[in-house]
């Protein structure tokens, strides 16, 4: 008797006593539609931009951040937003940080003088590597401190999500450095007016410090906003010299990484991801190009909205069990770097002025 299966007859080998063939349950088509989530992160960022032009002072990458974090942590995030979500949160950002480079004007950066750059560069680059060297010394997992340096050194949650990929970080690490960066940047917002109100700075100086020394773009302005008129525009162009610095970090970082996975060439970080190169290319344009003031308000609050859907989507990764499960040691590394970030820029005002 042959018993040889026919490749072509194999699937009637499954039927049952009466002669059914089971076939594979049928996916749920919503569970892997993006629409859902996207929908709900646009929607809230929308509310934070209006919630914005309704109360001064309020930043609208904060309230999504706040309110993703609030969702997941009183009710379970249902399964059909998480593609979405997850849209949002790599997507949605990198156009975003690419729209960001509108922002940035070369000229307006040079204009801020050789004292000034000198302590944007020092602040992120002491700042990243004395950050390090804290949670090395604290036995921080090494992406986790490398998110955390970068996002406290550059430009907050924005620096974060576009470390994920270089630093090969896990959501959970993502999110610890995202809700730490809303934390001790909120805490900055009250503590720099009062350190430059002690030390006795102008407002242009203490604007500097703010610039300096503040993790989000928004946190910046709310301080400045509490320093006092003369304070805004040069904290502002301080911080967006620092949001420049993204761009060579990851760099330096992905050829660092890339030189220590040499062998396996399959799991090497990009050297410079692409939505990187669009910012830097935002950037030429913006320094190059006399652009219309409507075309910038207008990449402005698309920037902002984009931004504010990502923080939503990474603000619903952020489980406060899991950050505990942590332990003390991200808390501890996030209160020193933020010292340390502090100490630099006001040693370095203090040394320029």
Same mark, same amino acid.
């Given at each position: ?9 194999a ?21 892997s539609?993006?629409w859902?989530?996207?929908?709900l992160?646009? $929607?809230v =960022? @929308? +509310?934070a931009?209006?919630?914005q032009? %309704?109360? /001064?002072?309020l930043?609208?990458?904060?309230? &999504? !951040? ?6 997941s942590n ?13 849209v ?19 000229g ?34 090494p ?5 955390i340096?970068t996002?406290?050194?550059?430009? $907050?949650? =924005? @620096? +974060? ?5 270089? %630093?090969? /970080?896990?959501?959970?690490?993502v999110?610890? &450095? !995202?809700?730490?960066?809303?934390l ?58 620092r949001?420049?610095?993204?761009a060579p ?28 190169v669009?910012?830097?290319? /935002? ?17 402005a609050t698309?920037q ?7 923080m ?8 406060f ?8 040691r991200?808390?501890?590394?996030g ?8 100490g630099?820029a ?8």
């Amino acid at each position: 008797m042959d018993t040889t299966a026919d490749p072509e007859q194999a699937p009637d080998r499954l039927a049952d006593r009466e002669g059914r063939v089971p076939t594979a349950p049928s996916p749920d088509p919503h569970r892997s539609l993006p629409w859902p989530g996207l929908a709900l992160a646009v $929607g809230v =960022a @929308a +509310v934070a931009v209006l919630l914005q032009h %309704a109360v /001064a002072g309020l930043s609208p990458l904060l309230l &999504a !951040v706040l309110a993703g974090a609030v969702l997941s942590n009183t009710r379970a995030v249902p399964a059909s937003l998480g593609p979405g979500l997850q849209v949002a949160s790599r997507r949605l950002l990198r156009a975003g940080i690419v729209l960001l480079g509108l922002q940035l004007s070369l000229g307006d950066i040079a204009a801020l003088g050789g004292g000034t750059i000198a302590v944007v560069v020092a602040v992120v680059v002491l700042g990243i590597t004395g950050t390090l060297a804290l949670g090395r010394w604290l036995r921080v997992p090494p992406a986790l401190r490398l998110l955390i340096a970068t996002g406290f050194s550059i430009c $907050g949650a =924005a @620096a +974060v999500a576009a470390m994920e990929d270089t %630093a090969d /970080a896990d959501e959970e690490e993502v999110a610890t &450095a !995202v809700g730490m960066v809303v934390l001790f940047g909120t805490v900055m917002i009250a503590v720099v007016p009062a350190v430059t109100g002690l030390w006795g700075l102008g407002p242009q100086t203490a604007g500097l410090v703010a610039g300096a020394s503040i993790h989000e773009v928004a946190q910046v302005v709310a301080a400045a906003g509490v320093i006092g008129s003369g304070a805004l525009k040069v904290a502002v162009v301080t911080k967006l010299g620092r949001v420049l610095m993204l761009a060579p970090v990851i760099l330096v970082v992905g050829s660092l990484r890339r030189r220590g996975t040499a062998r396996d060439a399959a799991t090497r970080p990009p050297l410079l991801p692409f939505f990187v190169v669009g910012f830097l290319a /935002a950037v030429v344009l913006r320094s190059t190009v006399q652009l219309e003031p409507a075309l910038l308000t207008g990449a402005a609050t698309l920037q902002t909205l984009l931004l504010a859907a990502a923080m939503f989507a990474l603000g619903c990764g952020v489980r406060f069990d899991k950050v505990r499960d942590m332990g003390a040691r991200p808390l501890v590394l996030g209160t020193l770097s933020t010292v340390w970030v502090l100490g630099v820029a006001c040693a370095g005002v203090a040394l320029t002025r």
